[in-house]
């Protein structure tokens, strides 16, 4: 037979395209090789997606994942700190979380509204040092509370802030200082919220064009000087 001789230019060229088959294929074995890292966390939550049923509602799918949860001696699945940040599982107060907060509740101090200091006020829910001073000094110009609802007459203190507190509190109007209205100077009288400089002044013309005669709530009412309403109110303040 006869050999076909190649030429030095054929030669090289099938060296060549040995080499870059050669280099083709060491590129492929490198990155089939080299698998991307996927993090634990990512991995996880690869895992949870695959195992869960799209097919059927999320509460579902929750429940599926909660079965698989491990589970401590008493049967019940234990509850991890990554299933708590991963959103799956909300947090749901335990029995004795709900009696401490009854317990406390129930042990709560009460405060007299008549008697207390600023520092009872101040641990009375909604009542900061602020309120606590503006309470005081609102009692010191009335002589006294006779019912807890006359706190809402104190600027900032609305229906939704006396509801947070109100269950604490107790009135004893026993207490109230009372003015005597037979010998009340203007400024005593005055100063009380519901009396006022024109009230006072008008109670006191009364009470000296009234020779020897008593001076007295009733008489008051009777001759138009107060109203009924204020009258139910003043018999609280006024002896």
């Known amino acids: 037979m006869r050999r076909e001789k190649f030429s030095k230019s054929q030669a090289s060229q099938i060296v060549t395209l040995v080499f870059i088959l050669l280099a083709i294929q060491g590129i ?33 799918q929750v429940e599926k994942t ?5 589970e401590d001696e008493g049967g019940k699945a ?18 004795e979380d709900y009696s401490s907060f009854k317990k406390e509740k129930k042990t709560a101090k009460m405060v007299q509204l008549n008697t207390a200091d600023s520092i009872e006020l101040v641990s009375l829910p909604g009542i ?11 009692r010191e110009k009335l002589g006294g509370f006779a019912e807890k609802e006359q706190l809402m007459e104190i600027f900032g203190i609305d229906q939704e802030r006396f509801d947070m507190f109100s269950g604490r509190i107790i ?15 203007y400024e005593q009288l005055s ?3 519901y009396i006022g400089g024109y009230l006072a002044r ?3 013309r009364f009470r000296e064009s009234r020779t020897g005669m008593e001076t007295d709530l009733s008489a008051l009412l009777m001759s138009n ?13 006024i002896r």
């Open 28 to 60: 492929l074995f490198l990155f089939g090789k080299d698998e991307p890292v996927i993090p634990d966390v990512k991995r996880e939550q690869l895992h949870i997606n695959e195992n869960m049923d799209t097919s059927r509602p999320q509460k579902a």
């Open 66 to 70: 909660i079965n698989k949860m491990p």
């Open 78 to 95: 234990i509850h991890t700190a990554q299933s708590h940040k991963s959103g799956l599982f909300p947090y749901k107060p335990k029995k």
């Open 128 to 138: 900061g040092p602020y309120y606590a001073k503006k309470i005081i000094q609102y």
């Open 171 to 185: 009135v004893d109007s026993t207490s109230i200082s009372k003015i005597d209205i037979k010998e009340a100077t």
């Open 191 to 193: 100063v009380n919220p």
């Open 202 to 204: 008008s109670i006191i």
């Open 225 to 237: 000087i107060i109203k009924i309403e204020l009258y139910k109110i003043l018999k609280y303040y």
